[in-house]
């Protein structure tokens, strides 16, 4: 089975550049997830999707972050313009349904800003 | 306020040696806890999980154990190899939901 798959899996910016980060799911798993996890700390949740609507996105900095689902199925997670504290891995998960289920990762980008 | 604790932040060990590391919480209504490994450079992969009713669970030299009325859970690693090198973290589920919280991690090194 294949896993989650993200690219790239580095990215090196400058500060107010703007960057863009791809996720596919595992095949057939309806909610998906973008986290950030900054150097020494656990993953905090950006946004969860389910199917293609927005569960929660209470924690993105919508001023500067956006994600977006279109099909149900890949997703694409943007920062414009960002910001040195924003340097972190970002990564995406996604569950089969909706039911506190296991947690299946990518392997993340690893973004700096510059 | 819903949150995890781990302990120790990081922890260095011989190879070949047992430790355990440990993982505090106050999300409620529980519905189930999961560990964690990551691997330097990769995504979290889950080791166990834990749900209310259940005390002890092991995979491989993994054993992870739960005190529902303390809220408290342990991860013990038996027999310690380089491989283990990764950090561990804890992440709760109350049963309201898809929503997991997540602890800061422990960093565990193995030395030869």
């Known amino acids: 089975e294949a896993g989650v798959a993200q690219s790239p899996r580095y990215k090196i910016i400058e500060k107010r550049q703007s960057v863009a980060f791809w996720c596919n799911p595992i095949s057939g798993h309806a909610t998906l997830y973008w986290y950030q996890q900054i150097l020494g700390q656990g993953p905090k949740l950006l946004i969860q999707?389910?199917?293609?609507?927005?569960?929660?996105d209470s924690q993105l900095p919508k001023d500067r972050f956006s994600a977006e689902r279109l099909k149900g199925v890949d997703s694409t997670l943007k920062i414009q313009p960002a910001k040195l504290e924003d340097s972190a891995v970002y990564l995406c998960a996604s569950t089969p349904g909706p039911y506190n289920e296991k947690l299946f990762f990518g392997s993340g980008t690893q973004l700096s800003v510059l | 306020k819903n949150q995890v604790e781990q302990s120790p932040q990081s922890l260095i060990i011989l190879e070949g040696k047992n430790c355990t590391l440990q993982?505090?919480?106050?999300?409620?209504?529980?519905?189930?806890l999961r560990w964690y490994k990551q691997d330097t450079g990769r995504g979290p992969v889950s080791l166990t999980i834990m749900t209310f009713s259940e005390n002890t669970k092991s995979n491989g030299r993994y054993t992870a154990t739960l005190d529902a009325d303390t809220k408290q859970s342990s991860l013990h690693i038996t027999a310690s190899q380089l491989s283990d090198s990764a950090s561990y973290i804890c992440?709760?589920?109350?049963?309201?939901?898809?929503?997991?919280?997540f602890g800061t991690g422990t960093s565990l090194t193995v030395i030869p």
């Open positions: 992440v709760v589920s109350p049963n309201t939901g898809n929503q997991f919280y």
């Open positions: 993982c505090n919480y106050t999300v409620s209504p529980f519905s189930n």
């Open positions: 999707f389910q199917n293609n609507g927005v569960v929660d």
